[in-house]
């Protein structure tokens, strides 16, 4: 399992892969072999580096909130499809892809005006299509991609005219 949580203002990827009765956790940059059993009613029991944990976890729409270790988080998991659509510095000017892929469909020209939620282009990655809409209502400015095309994750794929 491998998804992307915000934590504050800090993004971090966050990976747990189970192998058998164990299981490695991965975070900012760092493995932490591990076990994590469920207790239930939410209560796990985690250990690491030859320590047992107790941990809780609350999960309410995009929100888990996670008591372990005498402290609380509140932990924000990331559509990686809308946050790369937001680009890379946060502007929704640049549409940017989420994963790497290939277009399948693009529905916009250069010149051509646009609203928020229109469908620019769909995409595939890993057999799963996924359709990228405008952010804002604005003119597409550059189209970076043809269909057929595949590209890298974080590629610049669609880009609209700044807003005036």
Same mark, same amino acid.
């Given at each position: 399992?491998? *998804?992307?949580?915000?934590?504050?203002?800090? *993004?971090?990827?966050?990976?747990?892969?189970?192998? $058998?009765?164990?299981?490695?956790?991965?975070?900012?940059?760092?493995?932490?072999? *591990?076990?994590?059993?469920?207790? $239930?009613?939410?209560?796990?029991?985690?250990?690491?580096?030859?320590?047992?944990?107790?941990?809780?976890?609350?999960?309410?729409?995009?929100?888990?909130?996670?008591?372990?270790?005498?402290?609380?988080?509140?932990?924000?998991?990331?559509?990686?499809?809308?946050?790369?659509?937001?680009?890379?510095?946060?502007?929704?000017?640049?549409?940017?892809?989420?994963?790497?892929?290939?277009?399948?469909?693009?529905?916009?020209?250069?010149?051509?005006?646009?609203?928020?939620?229109?469908?620019?282009?769909?995409?595939?990655?890993?057999?799963?299509?996924?359709?990228?809409?405008?952010?804002?209502?604005?003119?597409?400015?550059?189209?970076?991609?043809?269909?057929?095309?595949?590209?890298?994750? $974080?590629?610049?794929?669609?880009?609209?005219?700044?807003?005036?």
């Amino acid at each position: 399992m491998k *998804c992307d949580i915000a934590l504050g203002d800090a *993004c971090e990827t966050v990976m747990l892969v189970r192998r $058998g009765d164990g299981a490695t956790l991965s975070f900012a940059g760092r493995d932490y072999p *591990c076990t994590l059993r469920e207790v $239930g009613a939410g209560e796990y029991r985690l250990s690491m580096d030859g320590k047992t944990h107790r941990v809780w976890i609350a999960v309410h729409k995009r929100l888990a909130y996670v008591h372990a270790f005498g402290r609380v988080w509140e932990l924000e998991v990331i559509d990686p499809v809308e946050r790369a659509s937001r680009g890379a510095g946060g502007s929704e000017d640049i549409t940017i892809a989420p994963m790497p892929g290939t277009v399948v469909t693009l529905f916009v020209r250069e010149g051509e005006p646009v609203h928020k939620g229109q469908p620019l282009l769909v995409i595939e990655s890993m057999k799963m299509q996924t359709e990228i809409v405008a952010l804002r209502n604005g003119k597409v400015e550059r189209v970076f991609v043809a269909p057929g095309q595949t590209f890298a994750r $974080g590629a610049r794929l669609v880009a609209l005219a700044g807003e005036e």
